[in-house]
T-cell receptor
Framework: SQQGEEDPQALSIQEGENATMNCSYK?????LQWYRQNSGRGLVHLIL?????REKHSGRLRVTLDTSKKSSSLLITASRAADTASYFC?????????FGKGTTLSVSS | EAGVAQSPRYKIIEKRQSVAFWCNPI?????LYWYQQILGQGPKLLIQ????????DSQLPKDRFSAERLKGVDSTLKIQPAKLEDSAVYLC??????????????FGPGTRLLVL
């Protein structure tokens, strides 16, 4: 079953621009995580935000969580070509980690 | 620190054949996961082990899929017999202590399976 749904499905931007991806989910969660997947590779954990947190930063990444709206956003600032990848949100409700379908980000130089 | 190792990286088989995938988690990680990722979708959990015990296998098609984690370290996922719809990337992940508050999962490179 799909819990998180990312929006948009695909995003194309120029280097230096900011990229924003959104994730909506259906049930209550313990935490929400964002992962990156480069083409043909495994997933890399980016950031985890707990249900009692509203915002978290890690380098050029900013994640927000609104549990009342059951939504999260991932902002990548000053994007680089190396940020080109698929980005997945994953919700942890205390059982299995459930991933969305992902947003494919393309950053051109 | 060595990451999660998986082999083989690629496998092509014909339907009704059997196939096995191997995973070696990060040393010391008690929890091991197998995911199936179909093209264009996010990973879907097949089975979760805590040491050598199964925590969750509710999404594992048990009529054809099996998995084991010998001695609580390495793990093997088997498909027998394979169907065309099993074509996917099979990802292994491990985590240190999800029950203790460290929920980060570390993924291997995956095994890309093509069933013809």
């Amino acid at each position: 079953s799909q819990q998180g749904e990312e929006d948009p499905q695909a995003l194309s931007i120029q280097e230096g621009e900011n990229a924003t991806m959104n994730c909506s989910y259906k049930t209550s969660i313990n935490n929400l995580q964002w992962y990156r997947q480069n083409s043909g590779r495994g997933l890399v954990h980016l950031i985890l935000i707990r249900s009692n947190e509203r915002e978290k930063h890690s380098g050029r990444l900013r994640v927000t969580l609104d549990t009342s709206k059951k939504s999260s956003s991932l902002l990548i600032t000053a994007s680089r070509a190396a940020d080109t990848a698929s980005y997945f949100c994953a919700t942890d409700s205390g059982t299995a980690l459930i991933f969305g379908k992902g947003t494919t980000l393309s950053v051109s130089s | 620190e060595a990451g999660v190792a998986q082999s083989p990286r690629y496998k092509i088989i014909e339907k009704r054949q059997s196939v096995a995938f191997w995973c070696n988690p990060i040393s010391g990680h008690a929890t091991l996961y197998w995911y199936q990722q179909i093209l264009g979708q996010g990973p879907k959990l097949l089975i979760q082990f805590q040491n050598n015990g199964v925590v969750d296998d509710s999404q594992l098609p048990k009529d054809r899929f099996s998995a084991e984690r010998l001695k609580g370290v390495d793990s093997t996922l088997k498909i027998q017999p394979a169907k065309l719809e099993d074509s996917a990337v099979y990802l292994c992940a491990s985590s240190l202590d999800p029950q203790g508050g460290d929920e980060t999962q570390y993924f291997g490179p995956g095994t890309r399976l093509l069933v013809l």
